[in-house]
């Protein structure tokens, strides 16, 4: 029996998730990226199911004894190993070959998985994740993707203020659409754009693990709380928060319904008391909300992979 | 209005796409330079439940200005836009611009209210972008014979698929499989089909007898000949839709 975690020492919810699981009296294997190259996966799919083996360096870790897999993984092609020796190079295409093994292995595994691949990737696009969220009872900012610097306008003028941010699962800053910009608009014909009617009121970050929820409140003045000091704002301020009863019922029905074991769900509350949603992060970076509440996240976390029972916490 | 979206550099589709005009209408290739042009727009309603908003829906084909609701099919054979589909876009932003244009195409794809072969997931525009080996999984875990496959990543030294030399190939469009595969390769390769969501497939086998084993799977169907275009006229056509629907 054993816990496989997938990533780099250094990423905190990682680092986090592995000394909790030794204070559980867990020791997990630890699969360190930066080990890459001597990195050796094996998968064999037949009639009687998955079987396989990973082995780093002298430890070697059947595949069928992993109850639980927490992956966290960096771009691989980014290790300083890889990335030196360039694209097509033999430790490029054996990071991808790793990458691709590594996530088979998560998505076909009967193991307890945080999270599947194939819960993940609806990330890879907003708006089809928006429409989900929407289908699950929370209101969303009206929203408008398009290349026409025409409908842009017109919806600006229907919505008033008006906040741009990508599309996909790039990380950007959400931006207020300002007057000055205008004459920018021109540019979305490049490229698709997303633009939403900017919701007023406060954000709160909902932690969901299994049928655990954690909010936290964040009083911020800025577009992006996570960038504040980009607008010469005061950093946010974080504190543990109580969600009405069906909201953080709504945030439990919603992320297992996208197969999300562990999710990080952004929600904003209007002055009227409204419930708003704008994304679902599938793996959430905890630890930044953890320190600024005091919450046990990463304990829950543990508790999930150390039981490795994905039916106990299946709502 | 059949569309079929690729890369700049499938000279399948656009063989595809003509067959498509001859049979069926007008077809047309939609490329990524179609969505680097002022005209395509998608809206969501913030309130749940609210009917799709309509209005304003458009997409630009081959250069050309269309509304949703003159589409009546479409094709995907590309997985997603890459950086090497946009050369008219400055180099520093091409890695961003294709995700972006991916991340919408996935999305209008999926709203459109015509069929499109394959379905577009996030995980893949042309379907569940499953690898061989999942598809190996889900054959054997449906009872069909499968033959083991084998995946190693060692430095230096990995192995893609461990597959037979000359695999025989079962190809489903829509409900159908072209050629003239044994009807047990034929029947498991269009059931594999439904499981995965995927009206296009090429089911791969380790002979052509009826005990063959399934050896893989992909949605990278070779659409180039007349018996294909045919096929996806008719997973197309209105008739198949109201089947569909029903």
């Known amino acids: 029996m054993a816990v496989l975690l997938w990533g780099l020492p250094a990423d905190r919810p990682l680092a986090d998730a592995h000394e909790e699981l030794l204070r559980l009296g867990v020791a997990p294997f630890l699969l360190d990226q930066r080990d890459l190259l001597d990195t050796e996966v094996v998968l064999r799919m037949g009639a009687g199911g998955m079987t396989g083996w990973l082995r780093v360096g002298g430890r070697r870790l059947p595949l069928r004894d992993v109850t639980a897999f927490y992956p966290r993984p960096y771009d691989s092609r980014r290790l300083p190993a890889v990335a030196a020796e360039g694209p097509a190079s033999p430790a490029w295409r054996h990071a991808l070959a790793v990458e691709e093994a590594l996530w088979t292995f998560a998505e076909l595994t009967p193991a307890l998985v945080v999270n599947r691949p194939s819960a993940m990737v609806g990330n890879n696009s907003k708006l089809w994740q928006l429409e989900q969220i929407r289908a699950h009872g929370f209101l969303v900012p009206p929203t408008l993707a398009t290349t026409s610097p025409d409908q842009v306008r017109a919806f600006w003028a229907e919505q008033g203020e008006l906040i741009f941010k990508s599309l996909s699962g790039v990380r950007s800053r959400v931006t207020r659409l300002r007057p000055d910009q205008a004459g920018r608009l021109d540019d979305v014909a490049w490229c698709p754009t997303q633009f939403q009617r900017r919701i007023k009121g406060r954000d709160h970050r909902v932690h969901v693990v299994g049928e655990q929820v954690f909010a936290c409140e964040v009083r911020s003045e800025a577009d992006d709380y996570r960038y504040a000091a980009h607008q010469s704002l005061a950093d946010a301020e974080l504190r543990a928060a109580e969600l009405p009863a069906a909201v953080a019922r709504r945030c439990r029905t919603l992320a297992a319904a996208m197969g999300l074991l562990v999710a990080g769900i952004d929600l904003r509350r209007t002055p009227r008391g409204a419930w708003y949603c704008f994304e679902v992060n599938p793996s959430p970076a905890y630890s930044y909300y953890e320190q600024c509440t005091g919450q046990p996240i990463c304990a829950a976390i543990a508790r999930l992979l150390a039981t490795g029972d994905r039916a106990a916490w299946s709502p | ?246």
């Open chain 2, 1 to 246: 209005m059949l569309v079929v979206v690729a890369g700049p550099r499938d000279d399948g589709a656009r063989e595809l796409a003509a067959r498509l005009d001859a049979l069926a209408g007008p077809a047309r290739v939609l490329g990524a330079h179609d969505l680097a042009v002022a005209g395509w727009s998608g809206w969501i309603e913030g309130r749940p439940g609210a009917a799709a908003r309509r209005r304003g829906m458009a997409a630009v084909v081959a250069g050309e200005l269309v509304d949703p609701d003159q589409l009546a099919g479409g094709v995907v054979r590309t997985p997603c836009v890459v950086e090497q589909d946009l050369p008219f876009i400055a180099a520093d932003d091409r890695a961003y611009v294709a995700a972006e244009m991916t991340a919408f195409l996935a999305w209008w794809l999926w709203r459109l209210p015509c069929p499109v072969l394959n379905p577009p997931t996030p995980a893949c525009l042309c379907g569940p972008g499953w690898p061989p080996i999942q598809w190996v999984q889900r054959a054997a875990a449906m009872g069909m014979p499968v033959r083991t496959m084998r995946r190693r990543a060692r430095f230096g030294r990995s192995e893609l698929h461990h597959l037979v030399d000359s695999p025989v190939t079962v190809t489903v469009v829509g409900r159908r499989c072209l050629g003239d595969a044994d009807p047990a390769l034929a029947d498991r390769a269009l059931r594999l089909a439904a499981a995965g969501g995927a009206g296009l497939l090429a089911v791969q086998f380790d002979g052509p007898g009826r005990d063959a084993r399934v050896v893989g799977a992909h949605v990278w169907v070779d659409l180039t000949s007349a018996e294909a275009a045919e096929a996806v006229t008719a997973a197309l056509s209105p008739r198949a839709r109201r089947r569909r629907a029903g």
